[in-house]
């Protein structure tokens, strides 16, 4: 259990260390750090939390809350998210103090509702719209699809702390509350991760956002998120970074992800690595049955070429390669390369499912594929380091 941090007069950090979490969203996201669930108490006229924590968490937010106040003297409750990792531990707050006033989106009315089908006094906030709190002001900027329809951000405007909830975040367990305390290299890998596996389909809304909160010219000294270090010396340094991830930006390196099922298909994928390397790009093979592919699709984001293959089973693609491929559809990558291969033994299959898979996500330049019968001949494996050299050729 960590104890509250001030984060600023009269601002604490007052939420929770996730030690033991290894997985998020349905098991489609590693998180082998662990994560935290990030709730920010103001201490001022009106006491108030912005967001809370998972409801498994809730006693540990309000042990927290104790070492400052009496948490029954929460009176505004800010929910800039409704997905539970934050929203889990509202009820308890709200059994504390019913006339405690929430504040969101519509979309994050309906889905509290949704989830806990408890009463509140809710007040729905558009952009622009402030928060008297004494002293303090906070801003509500509506965020929506980051990342989902009721997001919002908050701002203090005394203090220019931006609380932009899932926003910048990381999965990331750490004694330490602000990102200039821990590992720089942890850090960024975990940032890159959760922008890979969370918010690269959302690149446009993520950039029209951003842009939005410059033109409204408010200074930004800190910038909170609801999970993982808080970003206090250069906290523009992650926003740059968001802008160049939306942006889409590139370089000469490959990703080779595939399932083999007797070793043919990784024979190929190691030749076709090698002409890929011979010819100079960068290139990361990865055994998707053998991998966590939530590392793969963070490496992924900058790669300019994308190879899939799998071995033919049941006329298709493997299941461990199948599920890799149900997920990069939704991953919705733009003005990349991408060719299949595979072997087979005698109907074939695996590379037609594949690069069905390709067409329908769409956003990638096809090259033509590669498929051995059996075991790869020495020809063949040629043939596969031409497909490599072929393919760097593109990047
Ligand atoms: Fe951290 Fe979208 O919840």
Redesign the pocket.
Known sequence: MMSAVKIAENIYWVGAVDWKVRSFHGHTYSTKRGTT?NSYLVVDDKITLVDGVHASFADEMLDNIRRIIDPSKIECIVAN?V?T??SGAIPRLLELNPKAKVYGTAKCKEGLHRYYYVPMDFQVVKTGDELKLGQKTLKFIEAPMI??PD?MFTYVVEDAILMP??AF?QHFASSERFADEVDQCALWDEAAKYYAN?LWPLGSIIKRKIEEVVKMNIPVKVIAP??GLIWRKDPMKIVEKYLEWASGKTRKKAIIAYETMWGATEKMAKKIAEGLADSGSEVKLYNVAETDITDVFTDMLDARGFIFGSSTHDNDMLPSMAAFMELYKGFKAKDRHAAVFGSYGWAGGAVKEIESVIAEAGGVTTLPSISVKYMPDEKELEACRQFGVDFASKL
């Open positions: 669930y998210h997905e990792d934050h990342h989902w997001s909830n899932d975040g969370i609801s999970h």
